[in-house]
């Protein structure tokens, strides 16, 4: 009976259902609507029967909501909720701003006329605090009614630049007052004629912008073209220059104070001469000498003419006098010319002439040895 059905999709569906499609070769035509084709795509259980499960969901005794409709018997569905203002949270006082969304459980609480009434509970994302909004279709807006605060934004129309349209008071006390109607009227014409120049001008642009609209497409596409090679002349400079300097930076645009601050920028190009070492043997110092070897010269004089003076005391049977030992040295006081030298001794005159003498000549001798080993 199955295959003498002429309906063959509703045929290979209830074959699918019992099982019988390994069994069976059914020809199914090609005149199949969307809706059939997606039939065959869904693969239905040996055990089902339509007049018992009625759906593929009743047979797995789920909802087609699955866990949305978890409480769906006590008339709440959860729903995902956009905060349509800022608001305050009661529990931890976090401020929460519009558009962040929750998971809500939606519930009828009542009806405004013929309108329902719909509140949502949800919970904090930052506590453990529930607030609840509810639809106020009385003055087309959400209110809260526990768990939160409203933030409050209000601001001028005037200084927005917006239109001021009345509220339901103003409404109210025109229709039911026609003096207070005809003195709204004559200031609503009296701005009307003010502001009746500036909107013919905007009725003039409208007018040639549509009236012209090719022309205006060509010039706007122009002006893209001349901008977007631009762009491009500048990105191939500035990729030159990030490619130099081996840095992955966005350069912002060159700017004329930039300019002058760096020609006014001076930087000093002259580089510092090498300083070349002087080459020459360690062993050859006649060529040039030293602080260090004048001063060796000067002691080793000294010390040669100090020795030659001891000696030359020492040869004398006579023991020597504090005058004689400083003029031997050389360190004798000068002597005035008022007394001159008529009052000193004659050891001492002699002693001092022959060791000025000794002392010359030793010096020039050793003077000279010194030359030779230098």
Same mark, same amino acid.
């Given at each position: 009976s199955l295959l003498q059905t002429q309906d063959f999709g509703r045929a290979k569906t209830q074959g699918k259902?019992?099982?019988?499609?390994? *069994?069976?070769?059914l020809t199914v035509p090609t005149e199949f609507t969307m809706g059939e084709r997606?039939?065959?795509?869904?693969?239905?259980?040996?055990?089902?029967?339509?007049?018992?499960?009625?759906?593929?969901?009743g047979y797995h005794n789920v909802h087609a909501l699955r866990e949305r409709?978890?409480?769906?018997?006590?008339?709440?569905?959860?729903?995902?909720?956009?905060?349509?203002?800022?608001?305050?949270?009661?529990?931890?006082g976090s401020h929460v701003e519009r558009g962040v969304r929750y998971n809500a459980e939606k519930k009828k609480v009542g009806n405004y006329y013929t309108t329902p009434i719909f509140a949502f509970r949800m919970k904090c994302h930052l506590c453990d605090n529930h607030f609840t909004f509810e639809t106020d279709p009385k003055n087309c807006e959400y209110k809260i009614t526990?768990?939160?605060?409203?933030?409050?934004?209000?601001?001028?129309?005037?200084?927005?630049?917006?239109?001021?349209?009345?509220d339901a008071d103003e409404k109210a006390k025109r229709a039911s007052n026609a003096m207070?109607?005809?003195?709204?009227?004559?200031?609503?014409?009296?701005?009307?004629?003010?502001?009746?120049?500036?909107?013919?001008q905007l009725l003039d642009l409208k007018h040639d912008t549509t009236r012209r609209d090719y022309e205006s497409n060509a010039q706007l596409r122009r002006q893209f073209r001349t901008e977007k090679r631009r762009l491009k002349k500048?990105?191939?400079?500035?990729?030159?220059?990030?490619?130099?300097?081996?840095?992955?930076?966005?350069?912002?645009?060159?700017?004329?104070?930039d300019v002058a601050i760096a020609q006014a920028t001076t930087f000093q190009t002259a580089q510092r001469k090498a300083v070349q070492p002087k080459i020459g043997s360690?062993?050859?110092?006649? *060529?040039?000498?030293?602080?260090?070897?004048?001063?060796?010269?000067?002691?080793?004089?000294?010390?040669?003419?100090?020795?030659?003076?001891?000696?030359?005391?020492?040869?004398?049977?006579?023991?020597?006098?504090?005058?004689?030992?400083?003029?031997?040295?050389?360190?004798?006081?000068?002597?005035s010319a008022d007394t001159g030298t008529q009052n000193q001794p004659a050891d001492v005159k002699e002693t001092r002439n022959q060791t000025g003498a000794g002392l010359v000549g030793d010096y020039a001798s050793s003077s000279g040895d010194e030359s030779d080993n230098s």
């Amino acid at each position: 009976s199955l295959l003498q059905t002429q309906d063959f999709g509703r045929a290979k569906t209830q074959g699918k259902a019992l099982g019988l499609c390994s *069994r069976l070769s059914l020809t199914v035509p090609t005149e199949f609507t969307m809706g059939e084709r997606k039939g065959q795509n869904i693969w239905i259980p040996p055990d089902f029967d339509p007049a018992i499960h009625g759906s593929r969901n009743g047979y797995h005794n789920v909802h087609a909501l699955r866990e949305r409709a978890a409480k769906l018997h006590l008339g709440i569905l959860i729903i995902r909720f956009e905060a349509p203002w800022g608001f305050w949270c009661g529990g931890c006082g976090s401020h929460v701003e519009r558009g962040v969304r929750y998971n809500a459980e939606k519930k009828k609480v009542g009806n405004y006329y013929t309108t329902p009434i719909f509140a949502f509970r949800m919970k904090c994302h930052l506590c453990d605090n529930h607030f609840t909004f509810e639809t106020d279709p009385k003055n087309c807006e959400y209110k809260i009614t526990d768990g939160a605060r409203r933030k409050i934004e209000s601001w001028d129309p005037a200084a927005t630049e917006v239109i001021n349209l009345p509220d339901a008071d103003e409404k109210a006390k025109r229709a039911s007052n026609a003096m207070y109607r005809l003195e709204h009227d004559a200031s609503d014409q009296a701005k009307a004629k003010k502001a009746k120049p500036a909107v013919e001008q905007l009725l003039d642009l409208k007018h040639d912008t549509t009236r012209r609209d090719y022309e205006s497409n060509a010039q706007l596409r122009r002006q893209f073209r001349t901008e977007k090679r631009r762009l491009k002349k500048l990105k191939e400079v500035d990729d030159q220059l990030k490619a130099k300097a081996s840095i992955d930076l966005d350069l912002v645009p060159e700017h004329m104070d930039d300019v002058a601050i760096a020609q006014a920028t001076t930087f000093q190009t002259a580089q510092r001469k090498a300083v070349q070492p002087k080459i020459g043997s360690v062993f050859s110092r006649r *060529r040039q000498g030293t602080k260090a070897a004048k001063i060796n010269a000067i002691t080793t004089a000294k010390k040669a003419m100090l020795k030659t003076a001891r000696r030359q005391i020492r040869d004398k049977s006579s023991k020597p006098t504090k005058a004689s030992l400083r003029s031997s040295l050389g360190l004798a006081r000068p002597v005035s010319a008022d007394t001159g030298t008529q009052n000193q001794p004659a050891d001492v005159k002699e002693t001092r002439n022959q060791t000025g003498a000794g002392l010359v000549g030793d010096y020039a001798s050793s003077s000279g040895d010194e030359s030779d080993n230098s």
